[in-house]
């Protein structure tokens, strides 16, 4: 693969205004599901009400800032001389560290016979949010190696000793098991599927057009009825991750239209016209499919990808043209340091499980007070991520 020379190369603060802001709004919606009595478009749409709220956007926003990362990632390597093994080395391993954790945390949530433990669930599910911190944490270089290696070692032992202590619901089988891969997991697997084929094809815009096609194709193929292909567990697996790769590809396109030039556009009528191509495909999909998160279907990926576009676009004219950054200061430390903020409530959650603590009355657990204590907790985080980015805990895969 070869350097993009025309790519950016420069610090581009509208990408990192749109993760930072992608996390905050995930940190009040994840809290939010623990609320009651919130309005329906506060929550999750059901998986057949043919509708989206913007709850149904966010894991969206995750991949399609994935896949605006990817060609500044794999240029940035390339320009440090780094050779194809330490790239995909690197690639590998991010990769499989997103779907490990995925896996533990949607264990951790459910699927296990709590009566056949030798721990209780909310410990086990306490370790198993706290031993990715310890591994994957970015220890800076004066910190002692000795100390490092046995935090990181030592979280990976107990990660392997968890795995022996769960027991399965259904089957009182010993052994955690992937019963879906969780939010992570699945950035994981469509992040590496499109970094496989954005490395292929030389991160050409033409081809990375074409692999979201077909991606949307095995999409439709894989929930139309009666496909001969759908019945096949391989195509199955593949669509299903293709699904979520679909809109890692649309940011993909978007981040090559936008900074792969020599010139910045005044109007970038290329983004635009994919704008309302991901609309009008949503839109003459959605009889055939409706939209449902649930279900992935295609229509709920290209209205994704639609909204994520003109959110990025937004926010590139107000930023990166208007010069308008001061007000993104405050969502930079979640951008900073996204999975670190991502992890850490649950830890809070279950220590507070473990130990029995309550950090609010059960009167903030519903109707407006709950809305509001899930906004208060989410400022809450991103002030934690202040700190903890200033004592350089920071989670880097």
């Known amino acids: 693969m070869k350097i993009k020379e025309n790519l950016y190369n420069q610090r581009i603060i509208s990408i990192d205004a749109l993760r930072g802001i992608t996390i905050f709004v995930m940190i009040f919606v994840n809290e939010l599901a623990s609320i009651v009595n919130v309005p329906q478009w506060m929550k999750h749409m059901p998986a057949d009400a043919d509708a989206m709220t913007f709850v149904d956007a966010v894991f969206p926003a995750f991949l399609f800032i994935v896949g605006m990362s990817i060609p500044f990632a794999f240029n940035a390597r390339l320009l440090k001389g780094d050779s194809a093994k330490t790239i995909w080395t690197h690639t590998l391993k991010r990769a499989l560290a997103l779907i490990i954790i995925g896996v533990f945390m949607v264990n951790a949530a459910e699927g296990y016979d709590a009566s056949k433990m030798i721990i209780t669930p909310a410990l086990w599910g306490l370790f198993a949010y706290a031993m990715p911190i310890l591994i994957w944490n970015k220890y800076a270089k004066d910190f002692p ?51 496989v084929y954005y490395w292929i094809v030389g ?34 697996f593949i669509a299903g991750h293709l699904t979520h790769a679909s809109i890692v590809a649309a940011g993909v396109v978007i981040s090559l239209l936008f900074f792969d030039r020599k010139v910045p556009a005044k109007i970038n009528w290329g983004v635009i016209g994919f704008a309302i191509l991901f609309f009008a495909t949503g839109y003459f999909l959605r ?104 004592f350089k805990i920071q989670l880097h895969l």
């Open 203 to 236: 991160g050409k815009l033409w081809a990375m057009i074409a692999f979201l096609v077909i991606a949307v194709g095995a999409n439709i193929i894989n929930l139309t009825e009666g496909a001969a292909l759908k019945e096949m567990s391989w195509f199955s």
């Open 145 to 195: 190696i000795w100390l490092k290696n046995t935090l990181q070692y030592g979280g990976i032992l107990v990660l392997i000793i968890l795995c022996f202590l769960y027991v399965q619901e259904d089957t009182g089988k010993i052994g955690i098991t992937p019963k879906w891969w969780g939010i992570l997991g699945l950035i994981g697997w469509a992040y590496l599927v499109t970094v």
């Open 287 to 390: 009889p055939y499919f409706g939209i449902s998160k649930i279900k992935g279907t295609p229509s709920w990926t290209m209205f994704s990808a639609a909204i994520c576009t003109v959110l990025f676009y937004f926010l590139y004219w107000l930023i990166e043209i208007k010069k308008h950054t001061k007000w993104s200061n405050f969502f930079m430390p979640t951008a900073a340091n996204p999975l670190l903020i991502y992890i850490l409530p649950g830890v809070v959650y279950y220590l507070c499980k473990v130990s029995g603590i309550h950090i609010i009355p059960g009167y903030f657990r519903e109707g407006v007070p709950g809305i509001i204590w899930a906004l208060v907790f989410s400022v809450i985080m991103l002030y934690v991520m202040r700190i903890c980015n200033k």
